[in-house]
């Protein structure tokens, strides 16, 4: 008989990754059981309509199939309540994990991080998929989950299922970490693979990244370079223990690589790449995001339009590279599950 832990989590986001991760949730039923000991029970989803709950649970496919049908969670007979907020329902709902899938917001990271702060201070652990509180706020986010004794894990904001956060903050926590380099954002890797590749445009391998889902339809903080540094934003409070903001980020976006320049990187056998990277200064890091030849030898310069990846170089583990083939958010789903599980599965709880 498997001694089965019950956790109530609340989900902010029903869209692409918010679906798919109660997608897993159902999916993965059996297997959380099973290997982690774990069922983990909706008691309340938000999205822009309003919010449903019920701490009892609710029933993930009759809201997968809502969602699919393009309605809002406050449609669900007897739990749903059009117009309440996220927020309020984090104040009134007591579970044991929010989760937060909510879009990024990065200009004062609402709803998101008001909705973080106040589970947090709850006691309530948090797991999110949305980088906006983090590039925002992560020390005060930080120090408020030590004085509330909540945790907080954010592995799906850095390159979707990619597991940069954890592998560094984890894997390499005893190591001195004196380099990051990064391919973090999807999108301009589409567009600089493709225009090297096949010869196209700026424009065409814009739009094709468009059609296939890999570019927002207002794509600039891709393009600009920013998405990428709000993630080395992320690393570096995380793995580097190093408190920067955006302001101390170098960015250049992708919007001067021209088909020429890539033709001639090519022929020097060398890769245009748009890299972000962390490096060691005397007082701290350097950091910068910019578009940058790589060497055919360079672990990140043979990847794929939809792949990232990221190289750790420390001084006790080596040279250590990560890469993902992300053709849909799933993985980025997966990510948000898999720090669920490591907060509470039987194996990451070290209990027998
Ligand atoms: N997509 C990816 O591959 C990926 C990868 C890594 C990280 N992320 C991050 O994950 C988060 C979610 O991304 P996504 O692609 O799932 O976005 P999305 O498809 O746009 O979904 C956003 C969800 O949030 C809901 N929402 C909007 N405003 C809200 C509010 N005020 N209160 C509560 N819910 C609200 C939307 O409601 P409606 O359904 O009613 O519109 C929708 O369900 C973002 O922070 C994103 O940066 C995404």
């Known amino acids: 008989m498997v001694d089965l832990k019950q956790v109530r989590f609340l989900l902010i986001g029903a869209g692409n990754v918010g679906r798919r991760f109660l997608g897993l949730v159902a999916r993965k039923e059996q297997v959380l ?10 008691s309340g989803v938000a999205d822009s309509s309003g919010i449903a709950a019920n701490p009892e649970g609710l029933d993930l496919e009759w809201i997968l199939a ?36 909510s879009p990024a917001n990065m200009l004062d990271g609402q709803p998101g991080l008001g909705c973080i702060e106040l589970a947090i201070s709850q006691g309530t652990d948090v797991v999110t998929a949305n980088k906006a509180p983090l590039a925002l706020a992560f020390s005060r986010l930080d120090e ?35 380099r990051i380099e990064g391919i973090l954002n999807l999108t301009t890797n589409y567009i ?25 339809a207002d794509p ?19 793995v580097l223990r190093y408190p920067a903001s955006l302001d101390d980020v ?21 890769q245009i790449k748009p890299l972000a990277v962390a490096e060691r200064e005397d007082q701290g890091y350097r950091l910068w995001v910019r578009p940058v030849a790589l060497d055919a030898a360079h672990p990140l310069a043979s990847l794929g339009p939809q792949q990232m990846g990221i190289v750790y170089h420390t001084d006790i583990s ?28 039987r194996a990451a709880g070290g209990t027998p």
Do not use: C
Not at 33 to 42: D, H, I, M, P, T
């Open 33 to 42: 059981r099973e290997r982690a000991g774990l069922q983990l029970v909706l």
């Open 66 to 101: 809502l969602k699919a049908g393009g309605r809002g969670v406050a449609e669900i007979p007897d739990w749903g309540q059009p117009g309440v907020a996220a927020l309020d329902m984090v104040r009134g709902v007591p579970v044991d994990l929010l989760v937060d899938a």
């Open 144 to 178: 408020l989950a030590r004085a509330h004794g909540a945790r907080l894990r954010f592995d799906a904001t850095v390159a979707g299922g990619l597991p940069a956060v954890n592998l560094g903050r984890r894997d390499l926590a005893v190591a001195d970490v004196h």
């Open 192 to 216: 600089l693979t493709r225009m090297a590749a096949e010869g196209l445009g700026f424009d065409e391998a814009l739009s094709k990244a468009q059609q296939e889902g890999h570019a927002e």
């Open 220 to 238: 600039s903080l891709d393009l600009e370079g920013w998405d990428a540094a709000n993630k080395l934003i992320i690393l570096a409070h995380s």
């Open 250 to 270: 170098e960015v250049e976006g992708i919007g001067g690589v021209t088909p020429q320049a890539l033709r001639e990187a090519a022929a020097n056998g060398q």
């Open 318 to 345: 080596g040279v250590i590279t990560a890469a993902i083939v992300e053709d849909t958010p799933q993985p980025t789903a997966s990510a948000v599950l898999r720090d669920v599980v490591e907060l509470y599965g």
